[in-house]
Structure formats: C-alpha cells, structure tokens
T-cell receptor
Framework: GENVEQHPSTLSVQEGDSAVIKCTYSDSASNYFPWYKQELGKGPQLIIDIRSNVGEKKDQRIAVTLNKTAKHFSLHITETQPEDSAVYFCAATRRGSSNTGKLIFGQGTTLQVKP | DAGITQSPRHKVTETGTPVTLRCHQT?????MYWYRQDPGHGLRLIHYSYGVKDTDKGEVSDGYSVSRSKTEDFLLTLESATSSQTSVYFCAISEGPNYNEQFFGPGTRLTVL
C-alpha cells in the first residue's frame, strides 16, 4: 500500500543552526505534500505545503523541496529557535482525486533546539 | 484556531467496555477524519466522513465504527475496547479533497487497561 518514510526520528540542533527532515513516498501519483508541526499536548498544525508542479517553496525560515523523480521531499528550517522544538510530520496525498483528501503521514521527527 | 473540540480529552477504561469519542466542529466543513497517533507510526487514518451519513474506512479501521448524523458531529466508537487501542486519537476537518488542509482537534488520550 501507500507509504511515507520519514527520517530522522529525532534531531537535535543548536539554536541558530539549520535542521533538515527528509521523507520518501511510494505512490507516484501523489501530488500534494504538506508538513505539520505538533507542539506538546496539541494537535498537528500545517506549516507549509508543496504541490507536485513546484520544486521548492519558502516561507520565511522554512522551506520545502520536492524531487518527483526520486519520490522524496524535505523540510528545511534555517536559523532554528527554541520555539521550533516540536514533532514534525510529513504527509502525501493525491489531491483532487477520489482519494477524498486522505493523507498518508510519515512517522514523525522530534526536533530539539538547544539554546 | 479552527473550531474543533474533542471530548473527552482523557479517558481510562477497561478491556471489553464500549467507548465513544466525540468530535465537534463549528466550521461547517464537509469532511471529517479520525486518526490515531502511536509512537513510531505517526498518524494513521481510522475512518473518515465526506458528508452526513457518508463514511468510509481508513487504513486501521478494524475494531472501530463511526457515525455522523449531523454536519458538526463525528463519533468514533470502540465497540469492545482492547489494550491495543490505547492511543491518542485526533479528529480533523477539511473543506474538501481539493483543499486538503486538514485542521486538527486537541486530541483524546485513551488508556485501555
């Protein structure tokens, strides 16, 4: 079945450094890739997303890149701050099909930013 | 924040008892989803609904049933709870598959002893 693999499972960086989280998807028909951030005790919240017709998207300190040929996409956080500490999830889906918006999530990455 | 509430927020129950979790939204979104979150597995879809009385199975639906009699409410029922159903359960809503952003509720932590 459809699968999304996410690495690493944990990541620790110093404040100000960059953090990179990588995901690989199995369904070549996937065309929408959101990233969610989950703070302790809360539900996941969308932070950035990318469509399959775009190779890169940036939003301030956050960027996502997509390589359709290799079927992988990555989240890049620059100038990390303590408030970036959270669990991050990648996901993939076929947008606009009969898939009814079902997201396939990666396993999650716990990011710790040390002051 | 999207208007999504889940109740109860915490529940401890015993094996074999029925349990119902409720998701309530005030956004009038058509699609609603139930996920479970377990360490090492991320979020896995249990069931979803694409309208009143319209529901379908997700990837881990065994042992769960759902109902949606009103747009704003989506109920998840464990007919006979098992220890393997100990998890954190999240409800999510979206306007539809072409929008895809899903807004998540605060979660329900369920412990089955």
């Amino acid at each position: 079945g459809e699968n999304v693999e996410q690495h690493p499972s944990t990541l620790s960086v110093q404040e100000g450094d960059s953090a990179v989280i990588k995901c690989t998807y199995s369904d070549s028909a996937s065309n929408y890739f959101p990233w969610y951030k989950q703070e302790l005790g809360k539900g996941p919240q969308l932070i950035i997303d990318i469509r399959s017709n775009v190779g890169e998207k940036k939003d301030q300190r956050i960027a996502v890149t997509l390589n359709k040929t290799a079927k992988h996409f990555s989240l890049h956080i620059t100038e990390t701050q303590p408030e970036d500490s959270a669990v991050y999830f990648c996901a993939a889906t076929r947008r606009g099909s009969s898939n009814t918006g079902k997201l396939i999530f990666g396993q999650g990455t716990t990011l710790q930013v040390k002051p | 924040d999207a208007g999504i509430t889940q109740s109860p927020r915490h529940k401890v129950t015993e094996t074999g008892t029925p349990v119902t979790l409720r998701c309530h939204q005030t956004e009038n979104h058509r699609y609603m989803y139930w996920y479970r979150q377990d360490p090492g597995h991320g979020l896995r879809l249990i069931h979803y609904s694409y309208g009143v009385k319209d529901t379908d199975k997700g990837e881990v639906s065994d042992g769960y049933s759902v109902s949606r009699s009103k747009t704003e409410d989506f109920l998840l029922t464990l007919e006979s709870a098992t220890s393997s159903q100990t998890s954190v359960y999240f409800c999510a809503i979206s306007e539809g598959p072409n929008y895809n952003e899903q807004f998540f509720g605060p979660g329900t932590r369920l412990t089955v002893l």
